[in-house]
T-cell receptor, first 111, second 116 residues
Framework: QQQVKQSPQSLIVQKGGISIINCAYE??????FPWYQQFPGKGPALLIAIRPDVSEKKEGRFTISFNKSAKQFSLHIMDSQPGDSATYFC??????????FGQGTELSVKP | DSGVTQTPKHLITATGQRVTLRCSPR?????VYWYQQSLDQGLQFLIQYYNGEERAKGNILERFSAQQFPDLHSELNLSSLELGDSALYFC???????????????FGEGSRLTVL
């Protein structure tokens, strides 16, 4: 029940395309859903986050879509660029709880 | 630069040995988290401390222990090391423990442990 399942494991997108990464959770107590971006040799860094009281949040080219009834959320990267090539982790936590991460998606954006 | 410092960056040791990983959180952050990252397990939460006290525990083995000192730095001790303990160990910090819809974890660059 504490798991966050993420797919796909890897993703190859052409420059200018849309990258979509999906996550699903079981624990209805989760109320904070961030996405972290990790470049090789670096630690993960917060990219964007959403609360369950909104269905979408957009920051620049990055958008989180949230479906509370389906217990799913996804990250959309519009106009994907080679500089977006990184590993992306979805995560979830409940009030005062630990942050549980998905398995990660390795994104490669081809020029 | 996240402001979180981890040492050492790389560590190679043998099975059965014991190592200590050190983490200095961002200035002002009271909460420290330890995560293990391996290829097949992703980012696994190990343990969290807040202002010197253990706050939450994850999938941390009994061979592993951690503590947070009065100056807020933290150490993760790994003993009786096995080949499967080879991984990247990340420390992260936050101002306060994550509270639902707020909070950002700031990660260090990790300590890569190789057990031969």
């Amino acid at each position: 029940q504490q798991q966050v399942k993420q797919s796909p494991q890897s993703l190859i997108v052409q420059k200018g395309g849309i990258s979509i990464i999906n996550c699903a959770y079981e624990n209805t107590a989760f109320d904070y859903f961030p996405w972290y971006q990790q470049f090789p040799g670096k630690g993960p860094a917060l990219l964007i986050a959403i609360r369950p009281d909104v269905s979408e949040k957009k920051e620049g080219r990055f958008t989180i879509s949230f479906n509370k009834s389906a217990k799913q959320f996804s990250l959309h990267i519009m106009d994907s660029q080679p500089g977006d090539s990184a590993t992306y982790f979805c995560a979830a936590s409940s009030w005062g709880g630990k942050l549980i991460f998905g398995q990660g998606t390795e994104l490669s954006v081809k020029p | 630069d996240s402001g979180v410092t981890q040492t050492p960056k790389h560590l190679i040791t043998a099975t059965g040995q014991r190592v200590t990983l050190r983490c200095s959180p961002r200035s002002g952050d009271l909460s420290v988290y330890w995560y293990q990252q391996s290829l097949d397990q992703g980012l696994q939460f190990l343990i969290q401390y807040y202002n010197g006290e253990e706050r939450a525990k994850g999938n941390i083995l009994e061979r592993f222990s951690a503590q947070q000192f009065p100056d807020l730095h933290s150490e993760l001790n790994l003993s009786s090391l096995e080949l499967g303990d080879s991984a990247l160990y990340f420390c992260a910090s936050s101002v306060v423990p994550l509270q639902g819809n707020t909070g950002e974890l700031f990660f260090g660059e990790g300590s890569r442990l190789t057990v031969l």
